[in-house]
């Protein structure tokens, strides 16, 4: 009789076999389908913060619903039930009215400014948290309603900016129109970690009992949760060009001979989370910009007018705006501009076209940062007649762009750097469209 040895290769040992399979098991579960291909490459950097986010956001919120739950009188025999339903009632209801108003308010803005409106949602969050810790201090009575009610109103905030700008953000994570399975995936994440952060919150909500410990531990907590945040966003390389991201880029369209095009990696390294809206800005380095004014696109008729006109006693409106210069200089144009000035800086109005594309209105954007620019430019040299000045610099700025195709070599050279050139950014209210025969 002859025995056969078996001789196994060093990876197929059971050991072995079972830690490949384990993680081939948690990439399939946790990762969607194609991963590394079928996402981008700043997927995993934000998720590893946003993970761990979640994980300190789980624990500080099992700290601020024990303070509710005292605030509410758990504990407390003279607390009563209808009490607690009927502020349970109150909460909801001023969270639903609140999530109706915030979403006709903002709903516009909530994919241009997604990285601004995902870190805005955990502000929102955590400052709900640090009142839920401060109602029990408060004396029962108007003043705690208002306090838990205002919690309950932020928590609403919290819900519609974090939940629209988190799509947005799967939208830009996904590569194969995975788009479902990546927020899918994205909520088991998110769930395996809130499981873990409850398992450990059991543990430090039970040790931590005394008022200090408490407060200690949920600025520690929060402070990480914002951190972690702010990381996640800032790791975020969005390709499509938001109002700030636009103005990141007025140096190049002067020089056509060697474009030099800031990649959304590099953009993203430049940008504010918190940015005020319809700003505009001369950003001629990194670490040099010039505050032009402010401008508005997309606005109905009235608001492009409003700035130089009166209303008479008939109701019609009497504006020094040249609109028929305008009409004729902007015929070939889908769009029509015009500034005017509020003290040191401008006030731009951008009025479209219903033929108006993305494109066109980063060339409305691109053509009102360079009037704005040499306005500011020739200030202490303006003329008398101011309004001719003004449109002679219209005029001359838009002959510049449409000069040698310059506007289309721009447009070819920022797709060529990674830009997506296809999605509408720059509006961030609901827009108008004008119809010019």
């Known amino acids: 009789m002859h025995s056969i040895d078996n001789v196994q290769h060093p990876s197929s040992k059971p050991q072995s076999w079972s830690l490949s399979s384990l993680t081939s098991l948690l990439v399939e579960v946790f990762l969607p389908a194609g991963y590394p291909h079928s996402v981008s490459d700043d997927y995993v950097p ?51 009215i609140s999530t109706i108003l915030f979403a006709h308010r903002v709903g516009t803005a909530l994919e241009p400014e997604c990285k601004m409106y995902r870190l805005a949602a955990d502000v929102f969050n955590d400052a709900a948290m640090i009142l839920d810790c401060l109602s029990p201090m408060i004396p029962a009575g108007f003043g705690r309603v208002t306090v838990l ?92 060009l938001n109002r700030q991201r636009a103005n990141i880029h007025s140096k190049a369209t002067q020089s056509q001979k060697q474009w030099q095009i800031p990649t959304p990696a590099q953009v993203s390294k430049q940008e504010k989370i918190f940015e005020t ?14 505050k032009l004014g402010t401008c508005r696109i997309g606005v109905s008729l009235e608001q492009f007018l409003a700035p130089s006109s009166t209303r008479t006693g008939s109701g019609s409106l009497k504006t020094s705006t040249p609109m028929s210069d305008l009409s004729s200089l902007f015929k070939s144009e889908d769009y029509l501009l015009f500034l005017h000035r509020n ?30 620019r040499v306005l500011c430019s020739s200030a202490k ?9 003004i449109m002679d610099t219209i005029s001359k700025t838009l002959t510049f762009l449409n000069d040698g195709s310059r506007t289309d070599q721009y447009m070819s050279a ?24």
């Open 46 to 96: 934000y998720q590893i913060f946003d993970s761990l986010q979640a994980f300190s956001s789980s624990i500080a919120g099992l700290l601020s619903s024990r303070a509710v739950l005292q605030g509410v009188g758990v504990g407390n025999a003279d607390a009563s039930p209808t009490a607690a339903l009927l502020l349970h009632i109150l909460q909801d209801t001023s969270g639903r």
């Open 149 to 240: 009610s205002t919690a309950g109103v932020l928590r609403a905030l919290c819900g519609v900016a974090g939940g629209s700008s988190k799509a947005s953000l799967s939208a830009h994570f996904s590569r194969w129109g995975n788009l479902a399975e990546v927020n899918a995936k994205d909520s088991s994440q998110e769930t395996i970690i809130s499981l873990i952060g409850m398992l450990v919150g059991s543990f430090v909500v039970s040790r931590v009992t005394s008022y200090t410990a408490t407060w200690i531990s949920l600025v520690m907590l929060l402070t990480m949760h914002l951190s972690l945040n702010y990381a996640a966003v800032r790791s975020v390389q969005m390709t499509s």
């Open 277 to 290: 809206d319809g700003i505009l800005r001369w950003v001629s380095a990194p670490s040099t910009q010039h």
């Open 343 to 372: 003290r040191q800086s401008w006030d731009a109005r951008i009025l479209l076209k219903t033929s108006s594309t993305t494109q066109t209105q980063l060339k409305a954007w691109m053509h009102v940062l360079l009037a704005a």
């Open 381 to 389: 040299e303006m003329r008398t007649q101011e309004i001719e000045y």
């Open 414 to 437: 920022l797709t060529e750097a990674g830009w997506d050139l296809n999605v509408a950014a720059l509006e961030t209210r609901s827009g108008r469209r004008i119809a010019c025969t």
